[in-house]
C-alpha cells in the first residue's frame, strides 16, 4: 500500500514527511496562461520535486463550474475540441517524464443528451488511451458524484461499460470513495457493493470523507480528511489485489496526518 496526498495539501516537503506520493494536481498549480503550458515554471516544479523521494500520479484538467478553478483549463471528456485534447496530452508527456504511475480523468458531462455524450466520451477516451500507450501511461477514469446529476459515470454499471467499451490496457477507474458514497447516499452496504463490482479494473484511488448527501456547497463533496465524515474505509477492503496508491484529496496537512491514521487503521494489508 503506497499512501499519498494531493499537491494542494501542503508544500512537497511537508507531504514528503508524511507519506510516500504526491498527487500532482495539475489544473491548479499555476502552470498554465490562457491555456498554454509555461515549460519555465514546469520546469522549476520537476526540478523541486526532483529532490523528493515521492512516487507521483497525476489529476489532468477536467471540468469545473468553481470559481476557484481556472477556465483556460476546462475540459469535458464527452466534448473535447483540440485544446482539451492538447491539455491532457500534456499531462499524459508530464506524467511520463516523472514515469507517473496513473493519470486520473473525469468522466464526460450529460449536457442534456445521455447516450451521446457517452458514446462522445468513450471515442474521446479511446483516443487519449492510445496517446498514453505512445507513453507507457495508465489513465484512470474517475467515477463522479451522482449528487450532480450532470455527471456521466457516478454508478459503477456505466463507469465498467465505459472502461470495457474503450478495451485498452491503458485506461482503468481511479475509485473515489468520497463520490461512491454520495452516489450511495451514505449507505455502506452500497458503497461496499459499488467498490467490489470495480475493484477488478481499480488502477488508483482517491481518499476522502462526507456525509453522503446532497449539499449546496458542491453538492456534498466536501473533501474532508478520512475520519471526519461518515465513510467507513473497512469498504477499501473490497479492493482485492490492489496495491497501488490511496491518494488523500484533502486540503490541509492536518487533515493528511488524520486521514493517514484512519486509512492505517482500515485497510488489511496482506
Known sequence: MILGASSFAGSFSQIASEVESIELYIPKMGLYDNAMLRKD???RM?????TFDL???LHAPYF???HTYPRDVLVDTGNMDDVAFRLIRESIEIAASL???VVVLHPG???GDRDKAFSSMVSNLGLLAQTAGEHGVILGLENKEGTDQGNLCTGSAELIRAIEEVNSDNLGITFDIGHANLTCGGNMVKLREFAAAIAPYVVHVHVHDNRGIWLEHYDGDE???PGDGIIDYSVLNELTGYR???NMEVFSMEDVVKGKGTILNAIRIP
Not at 46 to 50: C, H, K, N, R
Open 41 to 43: 515554471l514546469l520546469n
Open 46 to 50: 520537476i526540478d523541486e520535486l526532483s
Open 55 to 57: 512516487y507521483t500520479s
Open 64 to 66: 469545473a463550474v468553481s
Open 99 to 101: 514515469s507517473s504511475r
Open 109 to 111: 458531462r450529460i449536457n
Open 223 to 225: 473533501h474532508l480528511a
Open 244 to 246: 497501488g496508491i490511496y
